[in-house]
């Protein structure tokens, strides 16, 4: 099988946007941002009184189920504009995506490659970085975050469609982890044998939070599941905008999203730093995501879910070690590479990010609890 990033582009790009309703002549259609996992580009028009737009290349490989992802963004984003109109809100395209839709009427356009296309209204004079480099920033983090948790929690009618079943259930995670290792498919393991062992040490610490949901002691709620920082735009001042790249935005448990924020913004490092001794829980940038995080929901979360928050930063790095490693093990199927054993090299640095995040662990905690 092909790695699960290879496309094959037969259209021109100009043949695609022709097929969604756009205002203004198309100049230009240029790649765009540093995502894993979709395509991306901006594309620019000619008249100044049109809107430019970003036009994405869903990978359907990853999200198998492009007729209800759209569906579920399409809720999420109409919900979020209704609340923040009646909230009397200004700017209110910089404040949320804006799908746009084909000229048949539908939320993407499905070439004969077999590409699904998308497109929203680009947001002009914003900004997302892949690196944070202050405590104003990680506050902006946690409060796009905390935000948006407050905007969806009431969306009305039927839950969102698991766009990815269990995408951060652990349990599942380390099962299929497991299989693989067993499997071993294109003989990587004995060079990995020690990162497997440090993994699978930990394997029952990590299954708590799938086990207290299932208990009933903390409740599911709608998350965004993708947390980076370059998921969130910010304005010309670092003040937030929004948070994009909604495509996991589905049921699931609230410290996934905050611990996602931590495990890629707190890093003092990269998330595939090739040197070790940069990386490390920055905890100043800890304390501002809990920090911003926590003055947008104090309000909605329980007792028991607050008390999960550091765990969740524990347990999101935990469980990208697993599927940067999982992937290695694959012969690199689902994350765009770079090089050779990027894999290998982005679950080390996770794996050196955990075991400081292990060496604060009391600190972490203080540090919620006297929020
Ligand atoms: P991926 O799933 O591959 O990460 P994203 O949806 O996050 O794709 O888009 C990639 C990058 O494009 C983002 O990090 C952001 O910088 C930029 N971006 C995405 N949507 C918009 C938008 N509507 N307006 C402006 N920039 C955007
Ligand atoms: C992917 O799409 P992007 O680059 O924002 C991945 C996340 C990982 C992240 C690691 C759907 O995010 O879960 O944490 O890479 N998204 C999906 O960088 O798997
Ligand atoms: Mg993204």
Redesign the pocket.
């Known amino acids: 099988m092909n790695s699960y990033y290879q496309i094959i582009i037969a259209m021109t790009p100009e043949q695609i946007t022709n097929q969604f309703s756009i205002d203004g002549t198309v100049a230009t259609i240029k790649p765009f941002g540093?995502?894993?996992?979709?395509t991306t580009y901006k594309v620019r028009t000619s008249e100044s009184d049109a809107p430019n737009y970003l036009l994405q290349i869903i990978?359907h490989h990853?999200?198998q189920n492009v007729p209800e992802l759209t569906r579920n963004i399409e809720r999420v984003t109409s919900h979020i504009r209704e609340k923040l109109e009646a909230q009397g809100a200004g700017d209110i395209d910089r404040r949320v995506l804006t799908p746009v839709k084909t000229n048949d009427g539908e939320g993407f356009y499905k070439d004969d490659e077999g590409n699904y296309w998308r497109m929203f209204l680009f947001i002009e004079g914003a900004h997302s970085y892949d690196q944070l480099t202050n405590v104003k920033q990680a506050e902006a983090g946690g409060r796009a975050f905390g935000q948006f948790q407050k905007l969806v929690s009431d969306l009305p009618g039927d839950p969102l469609y698991p766009v990815?079943p269990g995408?951060h259930d652990t349990e599942m995670r380390i099962k299929n982890f497991k299989e693989r290792v067993n499997e071993n498919p294109v003989g990587r393991l004995e060079e990995v044998q020690q990162d497997v062992n440090f993994l699978l040490e930990r394997s029952d610490e990590y299954k708590k939070i799938i086990q207290m949901g299932r208990e009933g002691k903390i409740p599911q709620r709608i998350v965004h599941?993708?947390t980076?920082f370059?998921?969130v735009l910010l304005d010309e001042n670092d003040e937030v905008l929004c948070v994009i790249?909604l495509?996991?935005v589905m049921p699931g448990y609230v410290c996934y999203d905050i611990g996602?924020a931590i495990?890629?913004g707190a890093n003092t490092g990269k998330?595939d730093d090739p040197n070790l001794d940069n990386v490390g829980i920055d905890m100043e940038l800890f304390e501002g995501f809990i920090k911003g995080f926590l003055q947008e929901t104090r309000d909605i979360l329980s007792a028991e879910e607050k008390a999960t928050l550091a765990f969740g930063a524990k347990l999101?790095t935990y469980e990208?070690t697993v599927?940067f490693l999982d992937d290695y093990l694959n012969g690199d199927k689902?994350?765009k590479i770079e090089y050779a054993n990027h894999n290998l090299v982005?679950a080390r640095a996770q794996m050196k990010l955990l075991q400081t995040m292990e060496e604060n662990w009391n600190a972490m905690q203080r540090i919620v609890e006297e929020q």
């Open positions: 540093n995502g894993l996992i979709n990978n990853i999200f990815i995408f599941q993708d980076k370059n998921n790249d495509d996991t996602d495990r890629n998330e999101l990208q599927r689902y994350y982005r």
